[in-house]
């Protein structure tokens, strides 16, 4: 596989009162066309801005990111970002809100919309503001409204960790069946190991901050995989164990 | 069934202040200062020769046009400071030292550039409901939460659009209460204008009462007046924060 992402030589801070704070130190990876590479690291370490640099909302001090080979220097629709916070636009239904990163010009934009709002299971809610939905519904709005516009790769920051545990694993599932269909390049932020290793094809950990990569996991398991099967579990008490967890059972 | 049982006692709060006035007047023998019912009576005398509709009438159309222009300056000129930093960082300091005086302080100059009329009143709304406009809608502006105009940005859109379905709807609840803080004001204004320099509407209505005869019947009967009519615009403002595409704003 081509690399579709390069971080190079990263690094960032920020000024704060008590003087400069060093979160990424010179971060190096690289992430395969069609990928999925999950990151995991303790609170604080400097996961969203990591993510904010990489979908080019952040300049990094040094370093640089390449998409396709080509330094990033601001966002675009290459690659689309889905936040920690949630960005639905609460002014807009949620058709509106699908068809807002579709060129106007584009022909068959309205099935498109209509298309993807069923794929997330909103059939039904296209004309509802985003505030008669629930906490999941939003989330799955703001996945479809990222997937409509095809984007080559997908950034999420811990997308799923408002939800309650039913629903993320409802809504990894769905991730799982629409990547599936389609091939997105994938980088997920998520603070559930489990989730995790249900997902990715690579599992990155970080040490704490000033942040680097402290360990890399290849998961080898097929798809469809079963978070309870003896590997997996193995996995995460590995994982676990790299972020300074030991667990007692 | 809430709102029932509060305006029930609005009701009797208002009765309760009512009766009181009207003890007051009788118990004082007050000669000059008007009954309920003697305010009752000027209205409908006014109302039937027609002078009231036409006062309220000349009244309302001074509003409208003053405070229609400065919704048509406010708006985008607050949208603009609001978005380009050059522009807010020249106009701000001059319209902060501008919102505090009040209208009244205008009047001599209104006069001056406009003479004794309808353009001096209507300039006189103008200059004091435009700025609290345009001083809402930049705020509106730069409190548009980072994550949508990330989000915005994130698909590339043409700027039209952006500002058509970012900006725009995203200032919208600002620019509303900007304009019922602007209508309020300007509601207040139109009547000192007409009491200083002019020969309609109600302001005019109650000091050629006073004037013309001690009528304080109708100069309490044009309070009142006045003080519904206001109600009622801050209502028919309200309606546009019933509009779906702000309901975001207030729902939760
Ligand atoms: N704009 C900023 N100015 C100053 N400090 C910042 C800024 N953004 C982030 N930080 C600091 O950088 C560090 C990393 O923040 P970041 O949000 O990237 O953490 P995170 O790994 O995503 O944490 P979490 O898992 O809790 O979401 C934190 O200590 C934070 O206080
Ligand atoms: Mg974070």
Known sequence: MPIKIKIDNVRKGFPTDKGHLDVIQNLDFEVADGEFVAIVGPSGCGKTTLMNIMAGFLAPDSGAVKVDGVPRLGPNRKGVLITQQGSVFPWLTVRQNLLFGLPDDLANREVLAEEYAALVGLKGFENNYPHELSGGMLKRCEIARALVVKPEILYMDEPFSALDALMSLRMQNELLRILAKEKHTVLLITHDVEEAIHLADRILVLSPRPTRIQKTFEVGIPHPRRVSSPEAQALRVDILRELGVSETI | ?252
């Open chain 2, 1 to 252: 069934m809430k709102g029932l049982r509060n305006s029930w006692s609005s009701i009797v709060v208002a009765a309760v202040l009512v009766a009181t006035w009207w003890l007051t007047v009788i118990y004082t023998n007050s000669f000059i200062f008007p009954t309920p019912k003697t305010v009752v009576e000027g209205t409908l005398e006014l109302a039937r020769d027609g002078s009231l509709w036409e006062h309220i009438g000349s009244s309302l159309m001074r509003v409208a046009s003053g405070f229609g222009l400065a919704v048509l300056l406010a708006i985008p000129l607050g949208l603009w400071m609001g978005r380009v930093h050059g522009a807010f960082v020249t106009m701000n300091p001059i319209f902060q030292i501008l919102r505090p005086i009040s209208p009244i302080a205008w009047i001599p100059i209104s006069i001056l550039w406009f003479g004794v009329g309808n353009a001096s009143a209507i300039y006189l709304i103008f200059i004091a409901s435009v700025f609290p406009m345009i001083v809402q809608t930049t705020v509106g502006v730069h409190t548009i939460e980072k994550r949508f105009l990330r989000a915005a940005n994130n698909f590339d859109v043409p700027r039209g659009k952006f500002f058509l379905q970012v900006v725009l709807p995203a200032t919208l609840p600002q620019i509303i209460t900007g304009m019922r803080i602007g209508l309020g004001v300007a509601w207040l204004v139109v009547v000192a204008a007409e009491m200083i320099a002019l020969r309609s509407g109600l302001g005019y209505m109650i000091m050629d009462a006073r004037n013309a005869g001690n009528r304080y019947d109708l100069v309490v009967a044009g309070m009142i007046i006045i003080g519904l009519i206001g109600l009622l615009l801050d209502g028919l403002m309200r309606l546009l924060e019933n509009m779906k595409i702000v309901r975001w704003r207030y729902a939760h």
